[in-house]
């Protein structure tokens, strides 16, 4: 396609000015650390790299990357090694382009093709609170009370040359020597194991600590980490022979033994999946008490948020195992899919982390199938991809990256959840035994090397093609690029002859922005049409019967003899396609009809399609909104967690519309009189122990009734929630009678219906616990009163680091938007503090955008528009470094006056309509 290999062009040429040059590659590293913990208040460090490099072309010059480090420029040296001599290359000239990171080291004699040489590299640096690079960290000892401190990395995307000067881009390759100097008291960790310790012969008290060398890796994935902290080793499953070891402070090394149980057998799932062992003779696993990210899946080495990695049976709720297990499956997917096999560039993020998130779900299902993960998964993944794909801000999967800064505003749905369904959708039309075998063939083909998606494409045709699951004539590159390639999904439209009996297929990109732009660009994908029919059900098939092709002529598909005309025809068996269907208003009431009088005939995942396509066809004007209101008559006797999730979801964006509207009553109304007799059937706040203990699902589903039974205001639901959480607050010392997974619903609702003295209670309790994953749900829920001062206050406190974690200031911020009293509070705090919140965030600046996704969605008004232009043209320097975020935040706040104007005055008619039903 044209306008995509234009793009592709320009791209390169701007690319080369951000790229290392490549006529030297890196091949050894040799690193020593000094750490200075255990003297009081210094945070410097001290440290000396040595790289053996290859010349590939002639050159006198040797650019390579640090920022922020001190370099001593008159100890810097250059050798010859190739011969064992060693002749020392004479006056060096260095000098560093800040803009890019860049450290030049410039000669007059130019280095020979072939020849190895050896840069050495003396540097000094500080451990700061910027949770990147090499960087501290602390937690208060409960016996003493004293603060303790450690050190630790976070080097990706860009981070490394924050730590060391090195190569730092991932396909620039090398093994890592790695020595950690430390003081008597503290252990060092790295990504290899240990092999000796001998004392620092000019600083008594301070030891060395050697690590083995390790395979070729990217820069990236170099972890080192100085701590006082303990750890449990697990026991060998299979006899593997992988020392597997989860560490934490000593104050919740008992909240492990989850992750102790659950890592060694993710990680013998997939050598097994893969039929490659996992290369590294050892595997630790840390909590890290501040931590930007989620976790990071160092080789060998794996870094946490506490509150993925620690679970506490006693205290943490279930969903927070579940979430806990997904996390550490996601990590250890990456030592194949990141680590042993790494894209050549950034643009190919999303082999990386779709990966890591489709696998972590097969694993999960496969460790403990009683929660009935998978299909919740990848219905849940599917939903945030329709929603953030359907805007023209966001971009393809594989993306092109020009500043390296850009790299981390791709860390986002569409890598992530969009890479991991299009695998699924992959592995449903190609079957899953051809995934696993083009999969494993390409692990194998490029261990410790880098590749991009063609390749992948390459070993899955190979494997389809031996298997007959895909026509000869078809590759897999031909279908997958136009998913990675382009922006954004269709929407078929199945128009049915009914007197003949055939229907005619036809697509366009589905977008939630109506107004058609002068030249936009008509789309096509490759999409597996599956269908089923009223008579003839076939929706465990996920083959595709029909190919709708893409790049010919006549792109649409007619398909005849399909079904008698009072019978309904249902498109994308499993919901396998990233794909939304519209069908004509005859259809759409067929469906409604059949789910309404027996919904167990179409299986679950085709009843999620259907509520959210119905919702989003109404959203854009596609299909009346009756519509979807008809189909969700039929909820009162769905049992199943994910179709009320999936239509609970619909009815909050709708809520974040309709709330300062006058007909939001009506909705109100409306929205109680459908969760007031679930909230019963389930049992309101009971939670039924004993037969709902390892059904995750029946769990969630009682946590989202209650939840937003008492937000929508059911009666019961609310004086339910206050009367418990009373009966715990005046005896707080007792056995908490709230059920673990109910209480963020029941506290958040006994403090929007209360005051200063709940407030400071769960304070207190935030302040005292030990167990990140109640921390964290304490957090949010602090954010649900209704005080403004408290919440002003709260805000206050998310840039204070003696109140709230670095880590958590941006979901202090999103929980106060996300109330409903909260939002103007939380958009003036934005708008008056944005400069100061951006310092705080920094270097990591792309947190910013969960600040503006928790304001916009509220945002829905012209002068609303103007008022965020005006702050984001007003700190252009700041917002410029995330030019994604400002784009989907404007478009998103379009779009939200679109919804006013096309339906804020007609959805009033259709909620009238049929509240009375
Ligand atoms: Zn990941």
Redesign the pocket.
């Given at each position: 396609m044209k306008q995509l290999a234009i793009l592709a062009v320009t791209v390169i040429s701007l690319i080369e000015a951000y790229r290392l040059p490549t006529n030297v590659m890196p091949e050894s590293y040799r690193l020593e650390i000094v750490a200075p913990f255990g003297e009081k208040n210094n945070f410097d460090f001290e440290g000396k790299v040595w790289i053996e490099t290859s010349c590939v072309t002639p050159t006198n010059n040797i650019t390579l990357h640090s920022k922020g480090l001190e370099i001593d420029k008159t100890h810097v040296r250059l050798k010859d090694i190739s011969s064992k001599a060693g002749k020392e290359i004479k006056d060096l000239k260095i000098s560093f382009n800040t803009e890019h990171d860049f450290l030049i080291i410039a000669f007059d004699q130019t280095l020979t093709e072939d020849h190895r040489y050896e840069i050495y590299i003396p540097f000094k640096g500080k451990l700061d609170d910027s949770l990147a690079g090499f960087y501290r960290s602390s937690y208060t000892d409960a016996k003493t009370k004293e603060k303790k401190w450690l050190g630790v990395t976070q080097f990706e995307a860009i981070s490394a040359r924050r730590a060391f000067p090195c190569f730092d881009e991932p396909a620039m390759k090398a093994t890592f020597d790695i020595s950690i100097a430390r003081k008597d008291g503290y252990k060092s960790i790295s990504n290899m194991p240990l092999l000796s310790t001998e004392p620092m012969e000019d600083k008594p008290g301070w030891y060395w600590d050697n690590f083995d060398i390790s395979v070729p890796m990217s820069t990236y994935l170099v972890a080192y980490v100085v701590s006082d902290f303990h750890y449990k080793e697990a026991e060998p499953i299979d006899n593997n022979n992988v020392t597997f070891r989860i560490w934490s402070r000593q104050d919740a090394i008992d909240q492990v033994d989850f992750a102790k149980d659950v890592g060694p057998k993710a990680l013998r799932f997939y050598e097994k999946f893969f039929n490659i062992g996992y290369p590294l003779p050892k595997q630790d696993m840390i909590a890290i008490p501040d931590f930007s990210a989620g976790?990071?899946?160092n080789w060998g080495l794996i870094t946490y948020r506490e509150s993925y990695l620690l679970y506490d049976p006693k205290v943490s709720a279930k969903v927070s195992q579940h979430s806990v297990a997904s996390v550490i499956a996601?990590?250890l997917?990456?030592q194949w899919f990141?680590n042993l096999v790494t894209m050549k560039w950034w643009t190919d993020l999303w082999l990386?982390?779709g990966f890591?998130?489709y696998m972590a779900s097969v694993a999960v299902d496969h460790l403990f199938p009683q929660w009935n993960s998978l299909q919740e998964e990848g219905a849940t993944d599917m939903l945030s991809v329709f929603s953030f794909d359907a805007l023209r801000s966001s971009h393809p999967v594989s993306v092109p990256i020009g500043d390296p800064k850009e790299i981390d505003e791709i860390?986002d749905t569409i890598s992530?959840k969009k890479g991991s369904s299009l695998i699924r959708m992959m592995s449903l039309f190609l079957g899953e035994e051809t995934l696993r075998a083009g999969v494993s063939n390409y692990l194998r083909e490029h261990r410790y090397h880098n590749a991009e998606q063609d390749d992948l494409w390459h070993s899955l045709t190979v494997a389809a093609h031996k298997k007959n699951t895909l026509p000869k004539d078809l590759t897999v590159k031909t279908i997958m690029d136009t998913w990675t390639l382009q922006t954004g999904y269709p929407v078929i439209h199945v128009e049915r002859d009914y007197k003949n009996g055939s229907v005619e297929i036809t697509q366009e990109r589905f977008l939630r922005d109506t107004i058609k732009l002068k030249g936009d660009k008509k789309p096509c994908w490759w999409v597996p049409l599956s269908y089923s029919t009223e008579s003839h059900s076939d929706f465990d098939t996920t083959t595709p019967k029909y190919w709708l092709s893409c790049g010919y002529e006549e792109s649409s598909q007619t398909i005849e003899e399909i079904g008698p005309e009072t019978e309904w025809i249902l498109f994308n068996n499993k919901m396998a396609g990233i794909y939304k269907v519209n069908y004509d208003e005859k259809n759409w009431l067929l469906l409604s009809k059949a789910l309404k009088s027996d919904f167990t005939k179409i299986p679950t995942l085709n009843r999620v399609q259907l509520l959210a396509d119905a919702a989003d066809l109404g959203y854009v004007g596609h299909q009346k909104y009756d519509v979807f209101f008809d189909m969700l008559g039929y909820l009162k006797e769905e049992t199943e967690y994910l179709p009320w999730k999936a239509a609970l979801g619909k009815a909050d964006a709708l809520k974040n519309y309709l709330i300062r509207n006058p007909i939001y009553g009506v909705f109100k109304n409306y929205m109680t009189s459908l969760l007031s007799p679930i909230y019963e059937k389930l049992g309101g706040l009971a939670m039924a122990n004993e037969e709902n203990f390892d059904k995750l699902d029946k769990i969630k589903f009682q946590v989202l009734i209650v939840s937003r039974s008492c937000r929508y205001g059911v009666e019961k639901c609310i004086e339910d929630a206050k009367t418990m959480f009373n009966k715990w607050k005046s005896a707080p010392n007792d056995t908490n009678p709230v059920p673990k997974d109910l209480r963020s619903a029941v506290y958040c609702t006994a403090l929007k219906n209360g005051g200063e003295n709940e407030w400071n209670f769960l304070w207190n309790k935030y302040q005292q616990s030990n167990v990140a994953t109640e921390r964290n749900s304490l957090l949010n829920v602090l954010g649900c009163t209704r005080e403004i001062w408290l919440l002003s206050r709260y805000l206050e406190w998310s840039l204070d680091d003696t109140k709230i974690r670095r880590q958590d200031t941006s979901t202090v911020f999103g929980a106060v938007a996300g109330n409903d009293v909260g939002y103007y509070i939380a958009k003036k705090f934005f708008f008056d503090n944005v400069n100061k919140i951006f310092k705080h965030l920094a270097p990591n600046k792309r947190r910013i955008t969960r600040y503006l996704t928790s304001i916009t969605s509220h945002m829905q008004d012209v002068d609303e528009l103007h008022e965020l232009s005006y702050l984001i043209d007003h700190n252009k320097e700041n917002f410029s470094e995330v030019k994604q975020g400002v784009e989907q935040a404007l478009e998103t706040v379009k779009i939200n006056i679109q919804w006013q104007q096309m339906h804020g005055k007609s959805i009033h008619d259709v909620l009238q309509k049929f509240s009375k039903i």
């Amino acid at each position: 396609m044209k306008q995509l290999a234009i793009l592709a062009v320009t791209v390169i040429s701007l690319i080369e000015a951000y790229r290392l040059p490549t006529n030297v590659m890196p091949e050894s590293y040799r690193l020593e650390i000094v750490a200075p913990f255990g003297e009081k208040n210094n945070f410097d460090f001290e440290g000396k790299v040595w790289i053996e490099t290859s010349c590939v072309t002639p050159t006198n010059n040797i650019t390579l990357h640090s920022k922020g480090l001190e370099i001593d420029k008159t100890h810097v040296r250059l050798k010859d090694i190739s011969s064992k001599a060693g002749k020392e290359i004479k006056d060096l000239k260095i000098s560093f382009n800040t803009e890019h990171d860049f450290l030049i080291i410039a000669f007059d004699q130019t280095l020979t093709e072939d020849h190895r040489y050896e840069i050495y590299i003396p540097f000094k640096g500080k451990l700061d609170d910027s949770l990147a690079g090499f960087y501290r960290s602390s937690y208060t000892d409960a016996k003493t009370k004293e603060k303790k401190w450690l050190g630790v990395t976070q080097f990706e995307a860009i981070s490394a040359r924050r730590a060391f000067p090195c190569f730092d881009e991932p396909a620039m390759k090398a093994t890592f020597d790695i020595s950690i100097a430390r003081k008597d008291g503290y252990k060092s960790i790295s990504n290899m194991p240990l092999l000796s310790t001998e004392p620092m012969e000019d600083k008594p008290g301070w030891y060395w600590d050697n690590f083995d060398i390790s395979v070729p890796m990217s820069t990236y994935l170099v972890a080192y980490v100085v701590s006082d902290f303990h750890y449990k080793e697990a026991e060998p499953i299979d006899n593997n022979n992988v020392t597997f070891r989860i560490w934490s402070r000593q104050d919740a090394i008992d909240q492990v033994d989850f992750a102790k149980d659950v890592g060694p057998k993710a990680l013998r799932f997939y050598e097994k999946f893969f039929n490659i062992g996992y290369p590294l003779p050892k595997q630790d696993m840390i909590a890290i008490p501040d931590f930007s990210a989620g976790a990071m899946e160092n080789w060998g080495l794996i870094t946490y948020r506490e509150s993925y990695l620690l679970y506490d049976p006693k205290v943490s709720a279930k969903v927070s195992q579940h979430s806990v297990a997904s996390v550490i499956a996601h990590e250890l997917a990456h030592q194949w899919f990141g680590n042993l096999v790494t894209m050549k560039w950034w643009t190919d993020l999303w082999l990386n982390e779709g990966f890591a998130t489709y696998m972590a779900s097969v694993a999960v299902d496969h460790l403990f199938p009683q929660w009935n993960s998978l299909q919740e998964e990848g219905a849940t993944d599917m939903l945030s991809v329709f929603s953030f794909d359907a805007l023209r801000s966001s971009h393809p999967v594989s993306v092109p990256i020009g500043d390296p800064k850009e790299i981390d505003e791709i860390f986002d749905t569409i890598s992530y959840k969009k890479g991991s369904s299009l695998i699924r959708m992959m592995s449903l039309f190609l079957g899953e035994e051809t995934l696993r075998a083009g999969v494993s063939n390409y692990l194998r083909e490029h261990r410790y090397h880098n590749a991009e998606q063609d390749d992948l494409w390459h070993s899955l045709t190979v494997a389809a093609h031996k298997k007959n699951t895909l026509p000869k004539d078809l590759t897999v590159k031909t279908i997958m690029d136009t998913w990675t390639l382009q922006t954004g999904y269709p929407v078929i439209h199945v128009e049915r002859d009914y007197k003949n009996g055939s229907v005619e297929i036809t697509q366009e990109r589905f977008l939630r922005d109506t107004i058609k732009l002068k030249g936009d660009k008509k789309p096509c994908w490759w999409v597996p049409l599956s269908y089923s029919t009223e008579s003839h059900s076939d929706f465990d098939t996920t083959t595709p019967k029909y190919w709708l092709s893409c790049g010919y002529e006549e792109s649409s598909q007619t398909i005849e003899e399909i079904g008698p005309e009072t019978e309904w025809i249902l498109f994308n068996n499993k919901m396998a396609g990233i794909y939304k269907v519209n069908y004509d208003e005859k259809n759409w009431l067929l469906l409604s009809k059949a789910l309404k009088s027996d919904f167990t005939k179409i299986p679950t995942l085709n009843r999620v399609q259907l509520l959210a396509d119905a919702a989003d066809l109404g959203y854009v004007g596609h299909q009346k909104y009756d519509v979807f209101f008809d189909m969700l008559g039929y909820l009162k006797e769905e049992t199943e967690y994910l179709p009320w999730k999936a239509a609970l979801g619909k009815a909050d964006a709708l809520k974040n519309y309709l709330i300062r509207n006058p007909i939001y009553g009506v909705f109100k109304n409306y929205m109680t009189s459908l969760l007031s007799p679930i909230y019963e059937k389930l049992g309101g706040l009971a939670m039924a122990n004993e037969e709902n203990f390892d059904k995750l699902d029946k769990i969630k589903f009682q946590v989202l009734i209650v939840s937003r039974s008492c937000r929508y205001g059911v009666e019961k639901c609310i004086e339910d929630a206050k009367t418990m959480f009373n009966k715990w607050k005046s005896a707080p010392n007792d056995t908490n009678p709230v059920p673990k997974d109910l209480r963020s619903a029941v506290y958040c609702t006994a403090l929007k219906n209360g005051g200063e003295n709940e407030w400071n209670f769960l304070w207190n309790k935030y302040q005292q616990s030990n167990v990140a994953t109640e921390r964290n749900s304490l957090l949010n829920v602090l954010g649900c009163t209704r005080e403004i001062w408290l919440l002003s206050r709260y805000l206050e406190w998310s840039l204070d680091d003696t109140k709230i974690r670095r880590q958590d200031t941006s979901t202090v911020f999103g929980a106060v938007a996300g109330n409903d009293v909260g939002y103007y509070i939380a958009k003036k705090f934005f708008f008056d503090n944005v400069n100061k919140i951006f310092k705080h965030l920094a270097p990591n600046k792309r947190r910013i955008t969960r600040y503006l996704t928790s304001i916009t969605s509220h945002m829905q008004d012209v002068d609303e528009l103007h008022e965020l232009s005006y702050l984001i043209d007003h700190n252009k320097e700041n917002f410029s470094e995330v030019k994604q975020g400002v784009e989907q935040a404007l478009e998103t706040v379009k779009i939200n006056i679109q919804w006013q104007q096309m339906h804020g005055k007609s959805i009033h008619d259709v909620l009238q309509k049929f509240s009375k039903i």
